[in-house]
T-cell receptor, first 117, second 113 residues
Framework: GAVVSQHPSWVICKSGTSVKIECRSL??????MFWYRQFPKQSLMLMAT?????????EQGVEKDKFLINHASLTLSTLTVTSAHPEDSSFYIC?????????????FGAGTRLSVL | GQQLNQSPQSMFIQEGEDVSMNCTSS?????WLWYKQDPGEGPVLLIA?????ELTSNGRLTAQFGITRKDSFLNISASIPSDVGIYFC?????????????FGKGTKLSVKP
């Protein structure tokens, strides 16, 4: 399978600060990446689809000004949680879409645990 | 958003037993994927299915893409303690955004040594 690296794996920040999370596809180019949020004991909730060179597509109810997504290269997408508040504390997971061999498979990063104090 | 019906929600089994879990959807899917997630980690792909009726194995794991294109199952044979985790089915629906997945709610597997 393909390798997707997500950094940092955990972060603690003060309320009101911004946090950036990076997602990299290490062995393939990904024009499309996805950002998910996962609450305890629940499934993955899609936040947005990140497309290289264009604006991200946000799911209904996700504030685009709150969760800034940048996909500036074929191997890197970033999610910035702006002016973080305790309710933003969660597990954030990215994935990269591998289109090789016409198989659209999402490979996931290891996730980022965000705790906002 | 739309979700798949995944069952069972949780399973408690003895080491060595076989496990079966499944997912159903009201709409047709063109791809079924099975992932495993360990605590504090991202999901890891186990098996990908692309054709109706397709039966694919990965070691002790076997998954099938249902003939109706609306369901899939995952079997684990001779379970071992490291099989513990949450298993998610995921599918890509016809007409959906390319690459977007719909996830089941997960099956939490516990294995008693």
């Amino acid at each position: 399978g393909a390798v997707v690296s997500q950094h940092p794996s955990w972060v603690i920040c003060k309320s009101g600060t911004s946090v950036k999370i990076e997602c990299r596809s290490l062995d393939f180019q990904a024009t499309t990446m996805f950002w998910y949020r996962q609450f305890p004991k629940q499934s993955l909730m899609l936040m947005a689809t990140s497309n290289e060179g264009s604006k991200a597509t946000y799911e209904q109810g996700v504030e685009k000004d709150k969760f800034l997504i940048n996909h500036a290269s074929l191997t890197l997408s970033t999610l910035t949680v702006t002016s973080a508040h305790p309710e933003d504390s969660s597990f954030y997971i990215c994935s990269a879409l591998d289109r090789r061999l016409a198989k659209n498979i999402q490979y996931f990063g290891a996730g980022t645990r965000l705790s906002v104090l | 958003g739309q979700q798949l019906n995944q069952s069972p929600q949780s399973m408690f089994i003895q080491e060595g037993e076989d496990v079966s879990m499944n997912c159903t959807s009201s709409s047709i899917f063109n791809t079924w994927l099975w992932y495993k997630q360990d605590p504090g980690e991202g999901p890891v792909l186990l098996i990908a299915l692309y054709k109706a009726g397709e039966l694919t194995s990965n070691g002790r794991l076997t998954a099938q893409f249902g003939i109706t294109r609306k369901d899939s199952f995952l079997n684990i044979s001779a379970s071992i303690p490291s099989d513990v985790g949450i298993y998610f089915c995921a599918g890509q629906a016809y007409g959906g955004s390319q690459g977007n997945l719909i996830f089941g709610k997960g099956t939490k597997l516990s294995v008693k040594p």
